[in-house]
T-cell receptor
Framework: NAGVTQTPKFQVLKTGQSMTLQCAQD?????MYWYRQDPGMGLRLIYY???????DKGEVPNGYNVSRLNKREFSLRLESAAPSQTSVYFC???????????FGQGTRLTVV | QKEVEQNSGPLSVPEGAIASLNCTYS??????FFWYRQYSGKSPELIMF????GDKEDGRFTAQLNKASQYVSLLIRDSQPSDSATYLC?????????????FGSGTKLNVKP
């Protein structure tokens, strides 16, 4: 049982480059989330999707876009990467809003 | 004001002792509360969730919720060195924000053999 799978695990980008982080869950969950984690800052919500076909901004959405491709997949796109986006990115899913969330293994992104 | 506040620690306890981790939250409408454990370089893993006032026990772990005081705690009995990790408190938003989870910055726990 894979749970939540993120790709890639590691990535180095140059300032201005774009990339998409992929996330897929096999738990038939309705809600999916993207977080970033920086030292001393905890997890901050970037975007979330309460259900297939909907997306909403979280606490720190600037510089990011998302797509809920289908019920299983939720991608995060950086259009023009900046050093401030260097972070560890986690995707998570939950059965519904307010229920426990399960996390992927994370993507460590460095922007130089 | 942050939505969820935790003491960053580190909290050091000897093996076999009780570790007490605390969390306060600001949104009075929050209904769901979670504790996650995160080992260095790993992703958060769910330990417990609690929805109602009072205590909830699961093995060596007890979650306590006091909505009137906007306070959540996690007690770890018979602490083991393998419990050494960062513990994250998470709270669902209230009202229209119920789909959002807000995390504290975490408390680092060290259990000394």
């Amino acid at each position: 049982n894979a749970g939540v799978t993120q790709t890639p695990k590691f990535q180095v980008l140059k300032t201005g480059q774009s990339m998409t982080l992929q996330c897929a869950q096999d738990m038939n969950h309705n809600s999916m989330y993207w977080y970033r984690q920086d030292p001393g800052m905890g997890l901050r919500l970037i975007y979330y999707s309460a259900s297939e076909g909907t997306t909403d901004k979280g606490e720190v959405p600037n510089g990011y876009n998302v797509s809920r491709l289908n019920k299983r997949e939720f991608s995060l796109r950086l259009e023009s990467a900046a050093p401030s986006q260097t972070s560890v990115y986690f995707c998570a899913s939950s059965e519904a809003g307010g229920t426990e969330a399960f996390f992927g293994q994370g993507t460590r992104l460095t922007v130089v | 004001q942050k939505e969820v506040e935790q003491n960053s620690g580190p909290l050091s306890v000897p093996e076999g002792a009780i570790a007490s981790l605390n969390c306060t939250y600001s949104d009075r409408g929050s209904q769901s509360f979670f504790w996650y454990r995160q080992y260095s370089g790993k992703s958060p893993e769910l330990i417990m969730f609690i929805y109602s006032n009072g205590d909830k026990e699961d093995g060596r772990f007890t979650a306590q919720l006091n909505k009137a005081s906007q306070y959540v705690s996690l007690l770890i009995r018979d602490s083991q060195p393998s419990d050494s990790a960062t513990y994250l408190c998470a709270v669902s938003g209230g009202g229209y924000n119920f789909n959002k989870f807000y995390f504290g910055s975490g408390t680092k726990l060290n259990v000394k053999p």
